[in-house]
């Protein structure tokens, strides 16, 4: 992995130096634009409204335009900013994990500290794992000033973008203000739905489907070209599935209850079977 930025977290007086990594990446198929007569990709470019000419991206600046000025701003203008030039991730307070809104939540980094501040950053995470508490950090990341909340992840510090307060929409919905009348039968089922559905959490169980599909059919078109079949590839559509049939709220309630039943012990006896072939094998 390549830092993306380096800086030090201040908390009090103590400094740690760290550098920072982005935390996540794209699984996502890449795909071009192309002209679909003959294949070839499509550019854009950036041409100049005054000049006419095609500006290179080293060349374009920003601008701010009132309606009567406009003002350019270089690199230099931006990089002269007091909260440019700070490098420091600043710990304004430590709070309690849970009153961080996870709707709040953006990108994550990992933070790793340089050879000298090893101590003083064991010393931050392990503060934080035994007072159950998140620091909220502030700092400039790319031309913005950042909000951020400051976690442990494993053994690493895992820095966390939030959304400022104006950012988040508020959901005002006139319909919720209307209260429908739900039967104890009704949330006894569904609880029962939620029982049968409950577990722990474990992200390598899931798949991006329509990304391992989109890949299927990638190679399929490459080994085929034009004349690929894509029933013969990915099976016939289901145009009359049950979810095209109009139940009441009870009888799809007791069908997904059934359902995910007779599912948990499919994979009850897939699991037992996979369990018994491993044994078999070690024997």
Not at 74 to 84: I, R, V, Y
Not at 121 to 144: H, I, W
Request: aromatic fraction near 6%; glycine fraction near 6%.
């Amino acid at each position: 992995m390549r830092s993306i930025w380096r800086g030090s977290i201040s908390f009090g007086l103590v400094n740690v130096p760290v550098r920072v990594y982005s935390a996540t990446e794209s699984h996502d198929v890449r795909l071009h634009q192309v002209h679909g007569e003959d294949g070839g990709r499509i550019r854009y470019q950036r041409k100049c409204e005054v000049c006419g000419k095609v500006v290179a991206y080293e060349d374009i600046s920003k601008a701010y335009d009132d309606g009567d000025r406009t003002v350019v701003l270089t690199d230099d203008d931006f990089s002269a900013l007091p909260a440019e030039q700070a490098k420091e991730i600043e710990v304004v307070e430590f709070v309690p994990a849970d009153q961080i809104d996870p709707i709040r939540l953006d990108k994550a980094y990992f933070l790793e500290p340089e050879k000298s501040a090893l101590k003083p950053y064991t010393l931050l995470r392990r503060a934080l794992e035994d007072t159950d508490r998140s620091a909220v950090v502030t700092f400039a990341l790319r031309q913005k000033t950042r909000l951020a909340v400051l976690r442990v992840r494993d053994k690493t510090l895992l820095l966390q973008t939030m959304l400022w307060d104006d950012e988040i929409r508020a959901a005002e919905f006139d319909i919720l203000d209307q209260v429908p009348r739900v039967s104890a039968k009704e949330r006894d089922m569904a609880s029962q739905l939620v029982e049968s559905l409950a577990g722990d959490f474990d992200p390598g169980e899931f798949t991006d489907d329509y990304q391992v599909q989109l890949r299927q059919l990638v190679e399929a078109k490459l080994e085929q070209g034009d004349t690929l079949d894509t029933s013969a590839t990915f099976g016939e559509k289901d145009e009359d599935g049950e979810g095209a049939e109009v139940l009441d709220l009870m009888e799809a309630l007791r069908r997904s209850v059934d359902k995910s039943k007779e599912r948990r012990k499919t994979q009850k006896k897939a699991s037992g079977e996979s369990s018994g072939q491993k044994a078999r094998k070690k024997a």
